[in-house]
């Protein structure tokens, strides 16, 4: 088993690769840097240390021991212990062996802990747990007969209490091996503990029980030790679930969070009740009755009294569970979540909008504060009917990202990707059908089929037939359901774009069967059944199909259904559907945004000002050039007001008299220099005779500078288009040089007034301090920055007696 496995090289690199930096060290003061930079030396010895535990040796004292620090929770008050949060430091040597162990048991754990626990394991996430409350609500609103209750279980500190020896027995009963049981016998065995108070060391403090807070293994040791209990509750014959044929849904866990779902209420729960009685005394697992919250449903007054003076629990109308706000009733569900998010959302644009944020500040603001607060709800709760909010939040956002102006640039453009020229404001609506998408993916696989059977527990028909075949006609209740309407809804919008001839995920069999309670897995795929004769599409034969059809019949059956599918064609190879959905297993929700967002731009490809530019500038710019100019060209510098001026340029944001004009229907559009052209933007940036002079200017001091000709070429100083016309080493100090002289044209805008040379080499100067504060963020060395500017430093001294300073 690999648990036993000899700890290899390769291991420990790996988790020293995969150590944080930046974090605190342990109490032998040695950091993750340290053990990242001292690699070589290092691997070699910590193998020995490892191997030997897992032999049975002692662990290194310093692995015992721990630098407890209190951090105060929010202002509450300071003088109880409970109001401080306790962060652990561990030693890193100590945190790399517990990472090895960690990642080996993951590797078991995931066959050995039941689906319906989500939490610390990857491949399963926590919003199936709120996907499938809300889908036994449902099914309860419906079924008024059922009388059951949920229970959301409140654990004292489980991570705290959990007992040792029985922790060590489990696994020792789950087989883990020898070797295993000695790596965990070795820490889990007298830690010690001293806090750090007011930045002073206590004395030692020995630990008992309790997983360790910041050890890798720890959650993976308490999911094992709840699985305990889990099981005791799946297996009890007196405690019963919700049930759909023959499945019975009794709980869900997401680390501590445990939540029983539960039909004959008061049998179950004493039941359940007596089973963690039973289990705690042995594990350390303690149920606080105070705070354990029940939803009913389907109960009558009576029954609820009986059932809360029988079980000692409360009865409460909301509960709050892994973050959502859950009532018996689905209806509740939007406005005690999405509203009431949004209106703390726009209580705190209302206070960022008085702090004065430039517009990548602004539209950074939405990305990194407003969105994540959306996309935890638009994970989790995949339950909206109409989609007017999301023009509701839209008009919100724009309010604050313009400032309650006039928008100056399309929604659409604001929210394209960066590397096609947009500047990545989010799309919430897009993000909610991303999500939705991530749910879907379940219906389109057929997988995970304790969802399917209890999301489509009334279903009758496959869920490819509502999908595919249109069966929504026909079954209308299919809608009648908060979960399944919505996700229809986002499926529609998008069907025949994603999927234009018949799919290759499409199951035809699950489809065409007669809807049973529960799902037979597996059913095979038309990219399974099909096969291809020259540029024929066929099924395969019945001898080729005998083990995946009943018999001969059903495959008649399925090549009808082949043959009507035939009319629209077959989808041969992969569909964007199935590259970024259904078969990746990471990433779903952005590679979906991805997606999305390119066909909800599309039709912006060519764009209106890219059009313009290359009219003014008389010849074509091309595409790439322009997809170069916004992946790395833009991101010479780290300010924001920097890299605005050129996205500010790139759409051609400034007022021109020609505008102005048109708008305010003024008489004279001529322009603001010369006063003798019309004044378009193109004259105003380069042609204007005054312009002209002022960019010639700016050409002869940046010569003067990098000492070499080259052509002056409008794309270069206007949009810092250079392409091989400046080499690499000179190109950060000609885009910081070209960018000053925009910015000073942009100062002096509406008047006739020129910016002087010295004004140019003043605000060049300000940016080198700039170029350094970005050489430091980027954390590069500060030789780059220096071989950066070093010419115009030079020309400085040289040229204008200026000294650096
Ligand atoms: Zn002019």
Same mark, same amino acid.
């Given at each position: 088993m690999i648990l036993n496995e000899k700890i290899t090289g390769q291991e420990i690199e790996g988790a020293i690769q995969n150590m944080q930096l930046g974090k605190s060290p342990g109490p032998d003061g040695l950091t993750a840097r340290y053990y990242k930079a001292l690699k070589e030396w290092i691997i070699q010895p910590l193998k020995e240390v490892c191997n030997e535990i897992l032999e049975g040796k002692k662990a290194p004292e310093s692995w015992k021991e721990a630098f407890i620090s209190l951090i105060p929770k929010t202002e509450t008050e300071k003088n109880q212990v409970k109001n401080y949060r306790p962060i652990s430091l561990l030693n890193v040597d100590y945190k790399i062996f517990a990472d090895i162990l960690a990642k080996r048991l993951k590797r078991v754990l995931i066959g050995e802990i039941h689906k319906d626990q989500t939490g610390f394991l990857p491949g399963r996430h926590m919003s199936d747990n709120v996907r499938n409350i809300i889908d036994i609500l449902e099914l309860l609103e419906v079924n008024i007969n059922r009388k059951a209750v949920l229970i959301f279980v409140d654990a004292e500190k489980a991570f705290d209490n959990i007992c040792w020896t029985f922790m060590k027995k489990n696994l020792q009963g789950m087989g883990v091996g020898q070797g295993f049981e000695n790596g965990i016998g070795a820490i889990y065995s007298k830690q010690k503990a001293k806090l750090i108070v007011n930045n002073v060391v206590t004395e030692e403090i020995p630990i008992e029980k309790g997983t360790r807070q910041g050890c890798p293994i720890s959650p993976l040791l308490f999911i094992t030790v709840l699985e305990v209990l889990l099981n005791m509750i799946r297996g009890d014959q007196l405690v019963k679930g919700v049930q759909v044929g023959a499945r019975n849904y009794k709980l869900r866990a997401f680390a501590d969070d445990l939540v029983l779902t539960l039909q004959q209420p008061d049998t179950s729960t004493k039941r359940v009740l007596e089973l963690i009685e039973i289990f705690g005394q042995v594990a350390g697992f303690k149920l606080n009755k105070q705070k354990t919250k029940v939803l009913e449903k389907n109960l009558t007054m009576a029954e609820k009294e009986k059932f809360q003076s029988e079980t000692g629990l409360v009865i409460t109308k909301k509960v709050k569970y892994l973050g959502v706000n859950l009532t018996s #009733? /689905?209806?509740n569900l939007f406005k005690d979540n999405y509203d009431k998010c949004w209106t703390e959302v726009k209580k705190d644009l209302e206070t960022w909008s008085r702090l004065k944020f430039s517009l990548l500040g602004r539209i950074a603001v939405i990305k990194m504060n407003v969105l994540p607060r959306m996309l935890f709800l638009f994970q989790t709760l995949q339950i909206l009917d109409k989609m007017d909010c999301f023009k509701r939040w839209q008009k919100d956002i724009s309010k604050f990202v313009w400032q309650g102006k006039k928008p100056r640039i399309n929604f659409k453009i604001l929210t394209d990707a960066k590397d096609r020229g947009g500047f990545a404001l989010p799309d919430l609506r897009l993000y909610y059908e991303s999500a939705a998408f991530c749910w879907l993916k379940q219906w389109l696989l057929l997988e995970n089929t304790d969802i399917l059977d209890l999301e489509g527990?009334? /279903?009758?028909?496959g869920w490819h037939a509502y999908i595919w075949y249109d069966k929504v006609k026909i079954h209308k209740g299919f809608k009648n359901h908060i979960v399944r309407k919505a996700l229809y809804n986002v499926w529609i919008r998008y069907k025949d774009l994603l999927e234009g001839k018949t799919p290759r995920w499409l199951s035809p069999m699950e489809a065409k069967e &007669? #809807?049973? @309670?529960n799902m037979e897995s597996k059913w095979p795929k038309y990219c399974e059944i099909l096969e291809q004769d020259g540029e024929r599409v066929k099924l395969q034969s019945y001898d080729k199909l005998k083990s995946k059809v009943r018999d001969w019949l059903h495959y008649l059956q399925i090549n009808e259904v082949f043959k009507q599918d035939r009319k629209i064609g077959f989808q041969m190879k992969r569909s964007k559907l199935e590259t970024e959905l @259904?078969?990746? /297993? &990471? #990433?779903n929700l952005s590679r979906m945004y991805n997606l999305l967002l390119k066909w909800n731009t599309q039709d912006e490809t060519v764009k209106s000002a890219m059009i313009k530019w290359a009219q003014d500038i008389g010849h074509d710019i091309m595409f790439d050039d322009w997809e170069r100019l916004w992946n790395t060209g833009v991101k010479f510098t780290a300010c924001n007001a920097l890299r605005e001026n050129i996205m500010k340029m790139i759409y051609r944001w400034y007022m021109t008299p020609v505008k102005l004009a048109k708008i305010y229907h003024l008489p004279n559009n001529k322009c603001w220099k010369c006063n003798e052209t019309e004044g378009t933007f193109y004259h105003l940036w380069w042609t204007c005779p005054k312009i002209k002079a002022y960019w010639e200017m700016i050409y002869n001091e940046i010569k003067k500078v990098l000492k070499w000709t080259f052509s002056k070429k409008p794309e270069a100083f206007l949009l810092g288009m250079v392409g091989q016309l400046v080499p690499r080493k000179d190109r950060v100090f000609f885009m910081y040089a070209t960018t000053a002289a925009r910015i000073l044209l942009a100062k002096y805008w509406k008047t006739q007034q020129l910016p002087t040379l010295e004004e140019w080499q003043a605000k060049v100067i300000d940016y080198m301090g700039m170029a350094e504060m970005t050489g430091r963020i980027r954390d590069q060395g500060s030789e780059t920055v220096e071989e950066d500017w070093k010419k115009f430093k030079i020309y400085l001294k040289n040229c204008c007696n200026i000294e650096e300073c």
């Open positions: #009733k /689905n209806v527990y009334d /279903n009758r028909f &007669t #809807k049973k @309670l @259904l078969e990746p /297993n &990471t #990433k």
